[in-house]
């Protein structure tokens, strides 16, 4: 108790406190006791300058821009915390180390530390593959930190496997005084699913701004589609949009989350011409909502919402990208990826309207396997035309959850009773 309560007072704008005096005054017959105790809480710190070490590749700028922390801020651990927090996720520095001067004597403008290790300037990965939708592939990543020694990133990903190719290119500043990040991105995928060949390409140029617990995304994008379908017929289509993605978490951990709740938005409008249909603007709004929570006894749940719906004339086409599908480890278990849709000259195509839902109850198999977990889960949702036209389909089984320090590792075996057929699924992570 005389622990916790002199961290409290520390972590709260006093970290030179002491305890002066304590003492604890037993009367053994009367099975008593009288506890006393006085801190000195010393004076009470505010924030002064930054102080950087172990900087050498990358400019001081990147960790001041991101601080937030404006000299007389009232100090408290919480906000070291946070700013070392946004240092790593600037994805330049292996290590970051927060903390304050506590010479009483500096308390009026106590100099902040900030003691880091540098990543390299290039780093290469590779990475090979399975998924039950796209099949074996292989990957190789590359990123910059700072290419002809400007204050920003270069980021390529190859991907190539028998099902699905793609290449993403991203060039993304460091933040602004404001915290702002520009970017500019580009993305082209060939992907052969759900009987159907699909080719998009993309260009986005924006800017980004992170925090604690919210991270926001603001674009114009001009996106080109090509779908070549089952039965052979070929559509393509072309949009031009801008966007706003809105991400807020509030979770125990990031990681391995087992209690709180993640929400992410998605808004645009643009206009969209196509070789089969009317040209037209549309308007797409999406999100998804995910909420953890412990029931006690060592008992969690997990229920997630997705929804989904454009906008727009009914003979306008659009970019596939742009509508939606259900089906796979992340929407409807127990059917294929993208493969739950509305039905057109027989195969399945994207509608203008998602509605998924997910409820899933977790256990540890034992007390000696804290990390590793049975579950049980129910899935339902569809994607269609029109909510007239919307009828959703049933999903359920039993998984095992490993929770690794990557996160969770996921094996389901569920039930899809719209097709009567069993499926496995495999996925490692969380989708946000």
Not at 15 to 34: F, L, M, Q, Y
Not at 168 to 173: A, D, N, P, R, V
Not at 400 to 416: F, N
């Amino acid at each position: 108790a005389k622990n916790g309560a002199l961290a409290n007072l520390r972590s709260e704008g006093y970290p030179s406190a002491r305890w002066k005096a304590t003492s604890a005054h037993v009367d053994a017959r009367a099975h008593t006791a009288v506890l006393s105790g006085e801190i000195d809480s010393g004076p009470r710190y505010l924030i002064g300058p930054i102080v950087i070490e172990g900087m050498s590749r990358y400019d001081e700028a990147l960790v001041r821009n991101v601080a937030e922390l404006p000299p007389g801020t009232p100090y408290s651990e919480k906000r070291l915390t946070e700013f070392q927090e946004r240092l790593l996720k600037l994805n330049f520095f292996e290590t970051v180390a927060v903390d304050i001067d506590p010479d009483p004597a500096t308390a009026s403008a106590a100099p902040v530390r900030v003691r880091v290790r540098e990543q390299n300037l290039q780093q290469a990965t590779t990475g090979f593959g399975f998924s039950d939708a796209t099949r074996f592939s292989v990957t190789l990543e590359h990123r910059h930190r700072r290419p002809f020694g400007w204050n920003g990133q270069v980021y390529n990903k190859i991907e190539y496997g028998s099902k699905k190719r793609a290449w993403e290119g991203e060039l993304i500043s460091n933040p602004d005084e404001d915290g702002y990040r520009k970017l500019l991105a580009t993305q082209f995928s060939w992907e052969d699913a759900a009987d159907e060949i699909s080719r998009n390409y993309r260009v986005r140029a924006g800017r980004s701004y992170d925090t604690q617990h919210i991270e926001r995304l603001m674009y114009g994008e001009w996106l080109s589609s090509d779908l070549t379908r089952a039965n052979g017929v070929e559509e393509s289509a072309r949009a031009v949009s801008g966007n706003y993605n809105w991400v807020w978490r509030q979770v125990d951990n990031i990681i391995l989350p087992t209690r709180g709740l993640t929400v992410s938005i998605e808004a645009g409008a643009g206009a969209a011409r196509s070789n089969y249909a009317e040209s037209g603007g549309f308007v797409r709004l999406y999100t998804r909502d995910v909420l953890y929570w412990p029931l006690g006894g060592s008992w969690y749940t997990q229920l997630r919402v997705e929804a989904g719906q454009v906008f727009t004339g009914d003979r306008v086409g659009l970019p596939d990208p742009l509508l939606f599908r259900a089906g796979g480890d992340e929407s409807v278990r127990g059917y294929a990826y993208r493969t739950l849709g509305p039905q057109r000259d027989g195969a399945v195509s994207s509608g203008r309207v998602l509605l998924t839902t997910s409820a899933e109850l977790a256990h540890p198999v034992s007390q000696n396997l804290q990390n590793l977990w049975w579950a049980v889960f129910v899935d339902a949702g569809n994607a269609a035309d029109t909510w007239h036209s919307y009828d959703p389909v049933l999903g359920y089984g039993l998984g095992i959850r490993y929770r690794s320090p990557v996160g969770p590792l996921r094996v389901d075996l569920a039930y899809g009773e719209e097709v009567r057929k069993f499926r496995i699924h495999l996925s490692v992570g969380i989708a946000f």
